[in-house]
């Protein structure tokens, strides 16, 4: 990534909130105080958020709470071809949650999503699992949901240096599909400089390049997903947490 794009990127970046004063879903942050909630929902690519969303669990099963039912919601990605519904599913089973208490299902479009959510979940207390980066434009593709639902967020303190992981493929072709990502989540904003909006439409050289990428990555990208989940699970088998 040219210096440049890099400088602006840091700068919206400061712009974002604080993860932990937008984390609701939990009582006390630092302590990881659960409130109590029925269902957690997991989208698209965010494939870290699976193992938040694990420790989201142990803590509700330290303090006695029922379990939540975990949703995956995904849709079919080009890039890593995969199905990222089933994706996060492969994962949340490695890291403890059960398959009884996980449904995925694969519905790319957020509006359909959230027409689904209203009739699954009328009445219930929904945490929603969370990027930083995609923080502010899921809570306010959600708010017509409040309406129907209880809504917490539980949200990632990641860096630049976080976001930019090979494991959703965010650092392709130096960063390219990240921008993409940025440039498209936030061109009403106003947050955006003028060098990162002008990658909400992608040349078709860079669209190629971002498809070579990935595929001269594919064993990286694997490689890197393992290393999460490993990770992860050191960190529980570190607080002693069975899964």
Known sequence: MKQDILNDLEEFWKNLPNAGEVSTFWLDVEKEVPNYVDAVVLQDDMFDT????????????????????FYCLGQYNPLLKCDTSMKMR?????????????????????????????????????????????????????????????????VANESVEDALTWVNANAAAGGLVLLKKIAAWYSESGLLSTNIKAYSHLSLWQKLKIKASVKLQRRRIKVETTLMIRNYQRLFRKRHWAY
């Open 50 to 69: 699976v193992g938040m969303a694990s420790i989201m669990l142990y803590r509700m099963r330290e303090h006695n709470m029922k379990v939540p039912v």
């Open 90 to 154: 492969e994962i949340a089973l490695r890291l403890g949650i059960k398959n009884i208490n996980i449904r995925s299902y694969k519905i790319p479009d957020m509006k359909a999503r959230i027409d689904f959510l209203k009739k699954e979940l009328a009445g219930k207390k929904v945490a929603f699992v969370t990027s930083l980066v995609r923080y502010l434009p899921l809570k306010f593709a959600l708010e017509n949901l409040s309406k129907d639902c209880e809504i917490y967020f539980n």
